[in-house]
């Protein structure tokens, strides 16, 4: 049996359940959940995964589920990844009444995902594979909701904000060793772009604590919590010029709440905020000035101040030898001069930790319209949104695990983690806390 034939049967068996696979998508698309919410889209996967008689685990982080395509197997572990989550975009044209919506495509990544597991099983190939195939539709992309996710973690259902970061540390990704999963973007007439790299943030909520007193007869008695967080932002204008821009560093605070009535002097503001950057020493950097920034708007006018540091998500390392195949794939696809290498982003995506822990696979894929996140973002070609890159997805699988894996060991052999799931873990410990300075009498 020949790579090209194993190749052949996963491609064929993709065409021949192209509907259910796009159906399975489209379900998912027409009933959007947030973060730790996704009940009914993790059905879905449990239901088409035990149709196929696999054994499948749920929920691994609250949602979410797990299954093993050949769990008798020996040698390296691929997981295949996919996200369950919606985004808030009130004023997309298919939001539900809330306004949650798939503007990221993660109904995409999902549809793609069926497409390569149902082809690996029913094409009859995992027999001709040396290593496991592990499969995993992840909770909880979108870092939104954080009062929810807040109470989540109080009641101990979850220690981290983020739905990949949650499974590192419960060990679901111990006995990974390549991890791989693709996203969907507007790359115009091109096909998919491979290499992404991407910025980090530190998350962090604001308090800043005042006294009440009448705002129109006796505001010398009060402390203006609000003048305080405009002060603090503007002091974090103030640091702009000071952060090096190869760091790529985004600041974007948002204040949630302003006040109670306008009549009364603000005692209790909070905002939100990301500190984005390319990489973890210039995320610390930044997050350092902006707390700096955000202290001194208390100093000034007396009032007290609460930071809340949450940890987001690393930057997206690349691995170039599983982009080479990815690209190859695609190609044999009949895309050939239409994939890009490398691309620039300074948004972020939680797979970017698990690019710290081990080689990770992480293609952007075309066949939509429209920046993600909001109103225009849509899906104009499911063919190329979702067919082609589950065929490009199993084809990696294939090559990385034929003939004793070859591949998927010589990857493993030349690749050094940046960190183990203790250290990672360590760090994202550190990162969380809490920071107060008290200066009313």
Do not use: W
């Amino acid at each position: 049996m020949t790579i090209k034939t194993l190749k052949e049967r996963v491609a064929r068996a993709i065409d021949e359940h192209s509907e259910q696979i796009l159906e399975a998508s489209r379900k998912i698309f027409s009933q959007p959940e947030l973060g730790y919410k996704e009940h009914h889209t993790t059905q879905i996967a449990i239901d088409l995964f035990e149709s196929l008689g696999l054994e499948v685990e749920s929920p691994i982080a609250v949602t979410g589920c797990r299954t093993v395509l050949n769990p008798q197997q020996s040698g390296p572990s691929v997981a295949i990844l996919a996200e369950l989550d919606a985004i808030m975009v009130h004023e997309h044209p298919l939001a539900d009444p809330s306004g949650v919506v798939h503007a990221c495509g993660h109904n995409i990544q999902m549809g793609g995902l069926f497409g390569a597991v149902i082809a690996l099983m029913v094409s009859g190939v995992l027999e001709h594979l040396d290593g496991r195939v592990v499969v995993m539709t992840t909770p909880a992309e979108e870092f939104v909701e954080l009062e929810y996710r807040q109470q989540l973690r109080e009641a101990g259902e979850i220690e981290f904000f983020g739905g990949k970061q949650e499974l590192i540390r419960r060990g679901y990704f111990e006995d990974i060793d390549i991890s791989m999963m693709f996203h969907a973007l507007d790359l115009g007439e091109k096909a998919a772009l491979v290499g992404p790299v991407s910025n980090g943030f530190i998350g962090k909520k604001v308090r800043y604590i005042g006294k009440s007193s009448h705002a129109g007869s006796a505001p010398e008695e009060g402390i203006n919590a609000l003048n305080a967080a405009t002060l603090g932002m503007m002091n974090i204008q103030a640091q702009r010029e000071t952060f090096k821009d190869r760091d790529r560093v985004r600041v974007h605070p948002i204040i949630t709440k302003g006040g109670d009535i306008v009549n009364v002097i603000p005692s209790d503001v909070r905002m939100e905020a990301y500190v984005r950057a390319r990489t973890i020493e210039g995320m610390i950097d930044a997050n350092e000035k902006v707390n700096r920034a955000l202290k001194a708007g208390a100093y000034a006018v007396g009032a007290d101040i609460e930071i809340t540091e949450i940890p987001g998500y690393l930057p997206i390392l690349r691995t170039d030898s599983l982009d080479e195949l990815f690209k190859q794939n695609v190609e044999a696809l009949g895309f050939a001069g239409e994939v890009i290498d490398g691309g620039d982003f300074t948004g972020s995506f939680d797979f970017g930790d698990l690019s710290h822990l081990m080689p990770a696979l992480h293609p952007m894929i075309g066949g939509v319209r429209g920046a993600l996140h909001t109103k225009e973002f849509a899906v104009i070609d499911e063919q190329k949104a979702i067919l082609m890159p589950a065929k490009a997805m199993a084809f990696t699988i294939i090559d990385l695990l034929f003939d004793h894996a070859a591949q998927a060991e010589a990857i493993l052999e030349s690749f050094t983690p940046l960190m183990n799931r203790e250290s990672y873990l360590q760090f994202m410990q550190q990162i969380s806390k809490t920071i107060s300075e008290r200066h009313m009498s």
